[in-house]
């Protein structure tokens, strides 16, 4: 059964780099995108964005500047890092396997359970 | 960006209704819509792809309907495990969007 599980700090300063990683159990990351999707009180959940095997990434425009996804074959895990974050990056991150590379019109399928990332001095 | 419109945002519904969300794309997405359901403390679990196939393991009592900007997603009679948040999420296009959610209360 495949499963994903994020892991990372809980808490990060305003202007301080948020760094996340998901480990990937029970399945290779060949043959799918691999999300971050995260979920704040104010805009609900949004695409963060993807990356696959090779290191292919999207990214939401919204977010494009200050994100970079990358993965990390040898440990089946790929993270996050979002930098310069502000109290608007508050927000549970969650990790999603999806979509398949060969159908980029796709869903997210299993996801993490979530982990908090609170900004604040 | 596709703005993705769910109503009602709240439902208050007893066990063995017949329940009805609605979601509405703010363009033609033919049927690259998806739901799925979401509990505290869990990731969402994915319901329904292609606005109408059931994913594995799915009751059958969950549906959806729909193309091109209006979409349903039917439990045909509610029960206590169905008590969640609801979501739409088009992936038509990058940046993919999520619906703001559709909280299924106990009446």
């Known amino acids: 059964q495949v499963q994903l599980q994020e892991s990372g700090p809980g808490l990060v300063k305003p202007s301080e780099t948020l760094s996340l990683a998901c480990t990937v159990s029970a399945v290779s990351l060949r043959s799918y995108y691999w999300s971050w999707i995260r979920q704040t009180p104010g805009k609900g959940l949004e695409w963060v964005g993807y990356i696959n095997y090779s290191g292919g990434t999207n990214y939401n425009p919204s977010l494009k500047s200050r994100v970079t996804i990358s993965v990390d074959t040898s440990k089946n895990q790929f993270s996050l890092r979002l930098n310069s974050v502000t109290a608007a990056d508050t927000a549970v991150y969650y990790c999603?396997?999806?979509?398949?590379?060969?159908?980029?019109?796709?869903?997210?399928?299993?996801w993490g359970q979530g982990t908090l990332v609170t900004v604040s001095p | 960006d596709i703005q993705m419109t769910q109503s009602p945002s709240s439902l208050s519904a007893s066990v063995g209704d017949r329940v009805t969300i609605t979601c509405r794309a703010s363009?033609?997405?033919?049927?690259?819509l998806n739901w799925y359901q979401h509990k505290p403390g869990k990731g969402p679990k994915f319901l329904i792809y292609a606005a109408s196939s059931l994913q594995s393991g799915v009751p059958s009592r969950f549906s959806g309907s729909g193309s091109g900007t209006d979409f349903t997603l039917t439990i045909s009679s509610q029960q206590p495990e169905d008590y969640a948040t609801y979501y739409c999420?088009?992936?038509?296009?990058?940046?993919?969007?999520f619906g703001q959610g559709t909280k299924l209360e106990i009446k």
């Open positions: 999603a396997r999806g979509p398949e590379v060969s159908a980029p019109w796709g869903w997210f399928d299993p």
């Open positions: 999420q088009q992936s038509y296009s990058t940046p993919y969007t």
């Open positions: 363009q033609n997405i033919g049927t690259y």
